[in-house]
């Protein structure tokens, strides 16, 4: 028995390494991601994925559309925010 809990004791604990290291954060980070894009609001200066910056025109429940600096209007997948620039 005292064996078994010699082996079992180290994998418990690597794991438990790795879920506060690893997992949680992430999953933190996800979920501000989440709300982020959920608060949306027209007017907002946001980054997408790819480095575009620009004025969030219009919304709706899964796309935006943003107005860029030379006023052309581009249409994203909500999920394609990265950031909100709060300057």
Do not use: C
Not at 16 to 33: E, G, H, N, S
Not at 49 to 71: F, P, R, Y
Not at 72 to 85: G, Y
Request: hydrophobic fraction near 45%; proline fraction near 2%.
């Amino acid at each position: 028995m005292q064996e078994i809990l010699g082996v079992i004791w180290p994998l418990l604990l690597m794991f438990a390494i790795f879920y506060f290291l690893l997992i949680r954060p992430q999953q933190k980070r996800q979920k501000q991601v989440r709300e982020m894009q959920t608060n949306l609001q027209k007017g907002d200066k946001i980054v997408t994925i790819g480095g575009l910056h620009g004025i969030v025109d219009a919304l709706d429940e899964d796309k935006i559309v943003l107005k860029t600096g030379d006023g052309s209007r581009l249409t994203f997948d909500r999920q394609a925010i990265r950031d909100v620039n709060k300057d």
